[in-house]
């Protein structure tokens, strides 16, 4: 279970192009506690952070139109007070070259909700 701060859960924002992906692990991480935004691609996700929005983790899909993970990654590097999120990669294509922690799909929520909480500890 997430620890809380002044009574706020963790937030975490998923980023998938696919919407079955995003309500589904929404809906598994607000079971267990969190908050959770989502986005559907890159850009979109790099706008909100961008506006503003600081969430504890960032779950991203590797493989998106218009920007993909790979890309958002590099531009979320670039800007310090963004830089030092926790970014967990999903990825269908197995070895893949990324310079931040990634799982493979098909993926048990067990494994992803394991890794969060190492991020957040």
């Given at each position: 279970?997430?620890?809380?701060?002044?009574?706020?859960p963790r937030?975490?924002?998923v980023?998938?192009?696919?919407?079955?992906?995003?309500?589904?692990?929404?809906?598994?991480?607000?079971?267990?506690?969190?908050?959770?935004?989502?986005?559907?691609?890159?850009?979109?996700?790099?706008?909100?952070?961008?506006?503003?929005?600081?969430?504890?983790?960032?779950?991203?899909?590797?493989?998106?139109?218009?920007?993909?993970?790979?890309?958002?990654?590099?531009?979320?590097?670039?800007?310090?007070?963004?830089?030092?999120?926790?970014?967990?990669?999903?990825?269908?294509?197995?070895?893949?070259?990324?310079?931040?922690?990634?799982?493979?799909?098909?993926?048990?929520?067990?494994?992803?909700?394991?890794?969060?909480?190492?991020?957040?500890?």
């Amino acid at each position: 279970m997430p620890q809380p701060s002044d009574t706020q859960p963790r937030t975490i924002f998923v980023v998938d192009d696919d919407r079955d992906i995003r309500e589904d692990l929404g809906e598994l991480l607000r079971e267990e506690g969190f908050g959770v935004e989502a986005a559907w691609n890159g850009a979109e996700a790099l706008n909100r952070l961008k506006a503003g929005f600081r969430p504890d983790v960032i779950i991203l899909d590797i493989m998106m139109p218009v920007m993909d993970g790979k890309t958002f990654r590099g531009e979320l590097k670039k800007l310090p007070e963004l830089a030092a999120i926790p970014v967990i990669g999903l990825t269908a294509w197995p070895n893949q070259q990324l310079d931040f922690d990634c799982l493979q799909k098909p993926l048990r929520f067990e494994t992803l909700l394991g890794r969060i909480r190492t991020v957040l500890a």
